[in-house]
């Protein structure tokens, strides 16, 4: 009976140790399974979030220079607006209103400039900063010199044009110069995002 007992034993262990490795092989390959896809997919996520992070500060800054290039049209109609005034085309109120809704309107594009501000580097903004005071500057030095009736009526006035319309024409290119810049660095950003 002994022997028998014994034999059975021996069975049961045989069909525990197959039993157990039918049972821990796929548990094993299943648990490395789920660990290699949840490390897979932080990975993938990691790379996902880096992707839409560069492709929204690309979008913002494809944004700025837009607002750039409506910047420079509506700086050079201050040209415009002081022609019109040397040539008494507009009177005194005329200029000064006109005047005033050209400075709202490039008060406004700075402004949506400045809500995407966070995504340009410190470069771009310390150039904006100082786009914004030369424009103010050339806006202001206009103002003084075409805004009275007795300032338009001097001899110098044409000189004066030419000066304040060079003026202008300097912060335009400057916003030109700051356009370029910021495309360069979109085209390097876009190419480096593309060939990854």
Do not use: C
Request: aromatic residues 8%; hydrophobic residues 40%; glycine residues 2%.
């Amino acid at each position: 009976m002994d022997a028998i007992i014994s034999e059975v034993m021996n069975v049961i262990s045989a069909i525990d140790i197959n039993v157990l490795s039918l049972i821990v092989s796929p548990v094993a390959g299943l648990i490395g399974v789920f660990i290699g896809s949840w490390l897979n997919r932080k990975s993938s996520i990691d790379v996902q979030k880096k992707f839409l992070a560069k492709q929204i500060r690309l979008e913002k800054l494809q944004g700025v220079s837009e607002d750039l290039g409506d910047l420079i049209h509506v700086i050079l109609e201050l040209n415009v607006i002081a022609s019109n005034r040397v040539n008494n085309s507009i009177n005194e109120q005329e200029f000064e209103s006109q005047s005033h809704l050209h400075f709202q309107k490039v008060m406004r594009i700075f402004k949506d400039v400045q809500i995407k501000d966070l995504f340009l580097e410190e470069v771009y903004r310390k150039k904006i900063d100082k786009l914004r005071l030369m424009y103010t500057k050339a806006f202001n030095q206009t103002q003084n010199d075409f805004l009275k009736d007795e300032n338009i009526k001097r001899k110098e006035v044409n000189e004066i044009l030419n000066s304040d319309v060079q003026e202008i024409f300097y912060v335009s290119d400057y916003v030109y110069e700051i356009t370029n810049e910021l495309n360069d660095e979109i085209e390097r950003e876009l190419t480096e995002l593309t060939n990854k």
